[in-house]
């Protein structure tokens, strides 16, 4: 396990604190078709179910155990109000993550969480392009499939290598919506991403998120509150 926890925290310290990858949105140009039919297909069916079910742009308050210890500990004179953790998320531009009611150069203090959604998987399905990049570049394949969900295979696209760190994505196949993550790191899982989603309206967006570490078996829930679509 120690073997785990060394190369994790060297690959994903300056992302997240210990345990985030780095990565960045590429958004590719529309003309560009998937290589391989099959997947050609599931990309098509992500794109219609993000179009019919994720709006262009929400708001949604985050609740953590964690955010709220660090928020009560905020001083007073950073404070413009009760201070909250809100994600923005935007179709062609992804999530950020910010503080609200704080001055504004202090409302990126937990932005590095912004890496915990990417993980999971939620923005590769509500902004299709994240997933059509990994596609374009060969590295997706499609692992098992049954009636009710699919599960692929995916590496980092940063690296552009096929290796023994990769990822393993779930989706629904009624909603095409990623309800479960496992990361791998040389073969063995070390994180897990579980999302659970409801219906807000026509909307159907993530409800919670629960990210385990697998080395040593302990759970953070993320709770998502309050979601608003007028920007």
């Not at 998987?121 to 374009?136: A, S």
């Not at 049954?146 to 552009?160: I, N």
Request: charged share 30%; with cysteine.
């Amino acid at each position: 396990m120690q073997k785990y926890r060394m190369h994790l925290k060297r690959r994903f310290a300056a992302a997240a604190l210990s345990m985030l990858l780095a990565a960045a949105v590429c958004i590719l140009a529309p003309g560009a078709a998937p290589a391989e039919t099959g997947l050609g297909s599931l990309y098509r069916s992500i794109v219609d179910a993000s179009r019919r079910l994720v709006p262009e742009r929400y708001r949604v308050r985050v609740e953590n155990e964690k955010f709220t210890e660090s928020l009560r500990d905020l001083p007073e004179e950073i404070l413009t109000g009760r201070p909250v953790v809100m994600v923005r998320f935007q179709k062609g531009a992804g999530v950020r993550m910010f503080i609200d009611n704080v001055k504004e150069e202090y409302a990126n203090l937990f932005a590095m969480y912004e890496r915990y959604l990417q993980l999971s998987g939620i923005t590769k399905v509500q902004n299709p392009e994240e997933f059509k990049r990994i596609m374009d570049q060969g590295l997706v394949a499609v692992k098992t499939e049954d009636e009710s969900s699919l599960t692929v295979q995916a590496w980092d696209p940063e690296t552009g290598e096929k290796g023994d760190d990769y990822a393993l994505f779930t989706l629904d196949k009624e909603r095409w919506m990623i309800r479960k993550a496992v990361y791998y790191v040389d073969g063995s899982p070390f994180m897990r991403l579980d999302t659970t989603y409801r219906f807000h309206g026509e909307f159907y967006l993530p409800s919670t998120l629960e990210l385990t570490s697998l080395a040593d078996n302990q759970t953070e829930v993320f709770r998502f509150k309050d979601y608003r679509f007028d920007g």
